[in-house]
């Protein structure tokens, strides 16, 4: 069992940054990959950035060039920074673990709302 927090978040004017923070604890010996999704109202849940135990990283076209996300493989967490931001990118946003047997692990989401 892997157990996820998440932090960060909140609101912001359209142009400015957040960074989203997600650490892991419990099996965290068997993640393989980590990422972000996110819900927007009245969309269905999508994937924003993922990376993997190799730290090869891929992300949505939607965020590509603003969105970065890294991971800190000795002390378990992922973050998220996102940069330029958009009304578009106001949703809950995820933080999920895929360990080696295909199991997923999610946060319980963080709001995150941007102003125009």
């Known amino acids: 069992q892997v157990q996820l927090v998440e932090s960060g978040g909140g609101l912001v004017q359209a142009g400015g940054s957040l960074g989203l923070f997600c650490a892991a604890s419990g099996s965290v010996f068997s993640i393989a990959a980590m990422r972000w999704y996110r819900r927007a109202p009245g969309k269905q849940r999508e994937l924003v950035a993922e990376?993997?135990?190799?730290?090869?990283?891929n992300y949505a076209d939607s965020v590509k060039g603003r969105f970065t996300i890294s991971r800190d493989y000795a002390k378990n967490t992922v973050t998220l920074q996102m940069n330029s931001l958009k009304p578009e990118d106001t949703a809950v946003y995820y933080c999920n673990a895929e360990d080696y047997s295909d199991w997923k692990y999610w946060g319980q989401g963080t709001q995150v709302t941007v102003s125009s």
């Open positions: 990376i993997n135990s190799s730290g090869t990283t």
